[in-house]
């Protein structure tokens, strides 16, 4: 089992930059694939990006891809997700996601998760 607090999250304008962490305590971070969703106001969980159990294997979003960055450290059992060129849409609850197994964008194949952090994008 797998414990997962993010961080990071906060109030920023338009063209700023936010980086999210997601710190994982547990037992073997490394076996895990992880994710990051987010939930915008009115809307449902959505996938924003994910990265492989070794990191060498990365997706994203179409709305966020080439201004998110998706990373991990296995040593520091911690998950990244650097945001730039933020945008008002991107408004929303960041939550880490954890699943044993390989990569995926959906949230139901996600068996861990934590209990989010606020990201708020303003003009």
């Known amino acids: 089992q797998v414990q997962l607090v993010e961080s990071g999250g906060g109030w920023v304008q338009t063209g700023g930059s936010l980086s999210l962490s997601c710190a994982a305590s547990g037992r073997a971070f490394s076996s895990y694939a992880m994710g990051w969703f987010r939930q915008g106001p009115g809307k449902e969980r959505e996938f924003v990006s994910t990265?492989?159990?070794?990191?060498?294997?990365?997706r994203y979003a179409e709305s966020v891809k080439g201004r998110f960055t998706i990373s991990r450290d296995n040593a520091k059992n911690t998950l990244y997700l650097q945001m730039n060129s933020l945008k008002v849409e991107d408004t929303g609850i960041y939550y880490c996601?954890?699943?044993?197994?390989?990569?995926?964008?959906?949230?139901?194949?996600?068996?861990?998760w934590g209990q989010g952090t606020q990201v708020t994008v303003s003009s």
């Open positions: 990265i492989s159990s070794s990191g060498l294997t990365t």
């Open positions: 996601a954890a699943r044993l197994g390989g990569w995926n964008t959906s949230p139901g194949a996600y068996g861990y």
